[in-house]
């Protein structure tokens, strides 16, 4: 079945640091890709999308890439805040179904 | 756009009562909603699938007698823990799917579910 690896956390990084979270998949077809992140006692947002091979999702300063040859979609940030502290779950969805399968999320902690 | 809520944001209750959650798109229509549940510092796990005027599908393990779930109109959804235990006490996240539209979830604040 589809699965999401992430990597384990807790990532603790000073402001202004360079964050880079591991996610890689398992999955048939060509699914859709996603990085949501849930602040404390909140849902999920969603944070950036892709849905095809070398696509780049982007949002407020985050990046992830669709890499279908290392099946990869991890998410990058050049300068990370204090605001930045939550947890990021990657997540992918196969085509034609509504179905999210997630990782296990990994809490990131910008310190000042 | 693309609201959803969930009410209440937290409740406690003693064990052997029942606790209804709801789950209401605000503007606009979800054909599919999802409810999830997630125990602390862990993921999402996907309870059930609610399509509007249908019986859920639960995924395996769920109980669907004691996780009753009701999709009675395209903007709410309700899931019910009848016969609350201690153990039911974890935070449930509900989600809804626009209709029509490409697939994409949309997410409630979720629900702190505590049982004495």
């Known amino acids: 079945g589809d699965s999401v690896t992430q990597m384990e956390g807790p990532v603790t990084l000073s402001e202004e640091a360079f964050l880079t979270i591991n996610c890689t998949y398992t999955?048939?077809?060509?699914?859709?890709l996603f990085w949501y992140v849930q602040y404390p006692g909140e849902g999920l947002q969603l944070l950036l999308k892709?849905?095809?091979?070398?696509d780049k999702g982007s949002n407020k300063g985050f990046e992830a890439t669709y890499r279908k040859e290392t099946t990869s979609f991890h998410l990058e940030k050049g300068s990370v805040q204090v605001s930045d502290s939550a947890v990021y779950f990657c997540?992918?969805?196969?085509?034609?179904?509504?179905?999210?399968?997630f990782g296990k999320g990994t809490k990131l902690s910008v310190i000042p | 756009g693309a609201v959803v809520s969930q009410h209440p944001s937290w409740v406690i209750c003693k064990s052997g009562t029942s606790v209804k959650i709801e789950c209401r798109s605000l503007d606009f229509q979800a054909t599919t909603m999802f409810w999830y549940r997630q125990f602390p510092k862990q993921s999402l796990m996907l309870m059930a699938t609610s399509n509007e005027g249908s019986k859920a599908t639960y995924e395996q393990g769920v109980e669907k007698d004691k996780f009753l779930i009701n999709h009675a109109s395209l903007t709410l959804s309700t899931l019910t823990v009848t016969s609350a235990h201690p153990e039911d006490s974890s935070f449930y996240i509900c989600?809804?799917?626009?209709?029509?539209?490409?697939?994409?979830?949309?997410f409630g604040p979720g629900t702190r579910l505590t049982v004495l």
């Open positions: 997540a992918l969805r196969r085509t034609g179904s509504y179905q999210l399968t």
């Open positions: 892709a849905t095809k091979a070398d």
């Open positions: 999955a048939t077809g060509y699914p859709s």
């Open positions: 989600s809804a799917v626009l209709a029509g539209g490409p697939g994409e979830q949309f």
